[in-house]
T-cell receptor, first 114, second 111 residues
Framework: EAEVAQSPRYKITEKSQAVAFWCDPI?????LYWYRQILGQGPELLVQ????????DSQLPKDRFSAERLKGVDSTLKIQPAELGDSAMYLC????????????FGQGTRLTVV | DAKTTQPPSMDCAEGRAANLPCNHS???????VYWYRQIHSQGPQYIIH???NNETNEMASLIITEDRKSSTLILPHATLRDTAVYYC????????????FGDGTTLTVKP
């Protein structure tokens, strides 16, 4: 069964350092989402891509976070500089298109900022 | 998206049916009820969704009240592997991955 791939699974970084997460969606899925999940809470959407274009980044802290999907396939989420409050699970999801009925999530990257 | 209310936690005996409630009294006519679950240290997994009719698939059944203000997810024969956080989400079916997740219900299936 096709899966959304994310790497790394775990990342520890010092505050003020840069960190990046990678996501490879299910083949053929045009829509890609990045979510952040703080421990004990539900996921919150950070950014949505349609192919290579950002269609919603209203919840992305743009002073330190950036996301790209240059060729409309895999995607990278970057934080620079990392802060202690960025410690969370970063989840990537994809769907066939925006009107698809379900999204498929990867296993996430657990970030710890020390 | 309409707001949902779920109990923070529930227990269920292994082999018994697990009935997870969700209130969504402000649901709009074009909004569907979606259920996802998240097993520890994994990403959320889609379970089922519906508009107004009851739905069933290989994982679960979804019962939506006639006024659509509440729903129940039923796992007919819960197993230990069903222990997870279950999220009830209400949204239009026009953007598959743009969901507003609440805090969900932590279901613990006990032997």
């Amino acid at each position: 069964e096709a899966e959304v791939a994310q790497s790394p699974r775990y990342k520890i970084t010092e505050k003020s350092q840069a960190v990046a997460f990678w996501c490879d969606p299910i083949s053929g899925h045009a829509t890609l989402y990045w979510y952040r999940q703080i421990l004990g809470q539900g996921p919150e959407l950070l950014v949505q891509f349609q192919d290579e274009s950002v269609v919603d980044d209203s919840q992305l802290p743009k002073d330190r976070f950036s996301a790209e999907r240059l060729k409309g396939v895999d995607s990278t989420l970057k934080i620079q500089p990392a802060e202690l409050g960025d410690s969370a699970m970063y989840l990537c999801a994809s769907s066939l298109d925006p009107k698809g009925e379900e999204a498929f999530f990867g296993q996430g990257t657990r970030l710890t900022v020390v | 998206d309409a707001k949902t209310t779920q109990p923070p936690s529930m227990d269920c005996a292994e082999g018994r049916a697990a009935n997870l409630p969700c209130n969504h009294s402000t649901i709009s006519g074009n909004e569907y009820v979606y259920w996802y679950r998240q097993i520890h240290s994994q990403g959320p997994q889609y379970i089922i969704h519906g508009l107004k009719n009851n739905e069933t698939n290989e994982m679960a059944s979804l019962i939506i009240t006639e006024d659509r203000k509440s729903s129940t997810l039923i796992l007919p024969h819960a197993t230990l592997r069903d222990t997870a956080v279950y999220y009830c989400i209400v949204r239009p079916n026009t953007n598959a991955g743009k969901s507003t997740f609440g805090d969900g219900t932590t279901l613990t299936v006990k032997p």
